[in-house]
T-cell receptor
Framework: QKEVEQDPGPLSVPEGAIVSLNCTYS??????FMWYRQYSRKGPELLMY????GNKEDGRFTAQVDKSSKYISLFIRDSQPSDSATYLC?????????FGTGTRLQVFP | NAGVTQTPKFRILKIGQSMTLQCTQD?????MYWYRQDPGMGLKLIYY???????DKGEVPNGYNVSRSTTEDFPLRLELAAPSQTSVYFC??????????????FGPGTRLTVL
């Protein structure tokens, strides 16, 4: 079993839709949870960072962590074509960052 | 403040050739990392460094070598290139210590093809 599982997509939605991206994990030692956004042919950039369980909101983006279910989510409200990218979840305990495989999102006008 | 820079952007190698991928950061980060990204496989850690003079293996170190002589630079060396090393390589850096969140900042990547 992989430590972090993420649906690769692709996910195609119309502009304005609410997008939900998810990851599951198996290591209960993970405490730090991140979402990176990666545009085509670019390096990943940090989008959201959450410590432990709960929600965190930043503009149109909300990150949610449920440690009891070992499940994290990223919600994008009012999605825009500029949100089209690959979204990678990442998490760590006290050691190395472990990445999901990424979900490719396409938002069409 | 350029962040993390990588050179070259693209490279084609023949089987058995060697090359060095360059990585430099100007954020005074203590940690630096090398990842490879293959389609559908996510980011795999090759090597990392916790500071100048200290390096350690990641998940997929075979066929690669690194050195860290300065805080800023962390080159990745490929010896005897093989087709299995065709990938996109990303360098990243972060600061660990105190209350910092250890956010990793990535370079733009080097696309390597081995034929």
């Amino acid at each position: 079993q992989k430590e972090v599982e993420q649906d690769p997509g692709p996910l195609s939605v119309p502009e304005g839709a609410i997008v939900s991206l998810n990851c599951t994990y198996s290591n209960s030692a993970f405490q730090y949870f991140m979402w990176y956004r990666q545009y085509s042919r670019k390096g990943p950039e940090l989008l959201m960072y959450t410590y432990s369980s709960g929600n965190k909101e930043d503009g149109r983006f909300t990150a949610q962590v449920d440690k009891s279910s070992k499940y994290i989510s990223l919600f994008i409200r009012d999605s825009q074509p500029s949100d089209s990218a690959t979204y990678l979840c990442a998490m760590k305990g006290t050691d190395k960052l472990i990445f999901g495989t990424g979900t490719r999102l396409q938002v069409f006008p | 403040n350029a962040g993390v820079t990588q050179t070259p952007k693209f490279r084609i190698l023949k089987i058995g050739q060697s090359m060095t991928l360059q990585c430099t950061q100007d954020m005074n980060h203590n940690y630096m990392y090398w990842y490879r990204q293959d389609p559908g496989m996510g980011l795999k850690l090759i090597y990392y460094s916790v500071g100048a003079g200290i390096t350690d293996k990641g998940e997929v170190p075979n066929g690669y070598n690194v050195s860290r002589s300065t805080t800023e630079d962390f080159p990745l060396r490929l010896e005897l290139a093989a087709p299995s090393q065709t990938s996109v390589y990303f360098c990243a850096s972060s600061y660990r210590g105190g209350a910092k969140t250890d956010t990793q900042y990535f370079g733009p990547g080097t696309r390597l093809t081995v034929l």
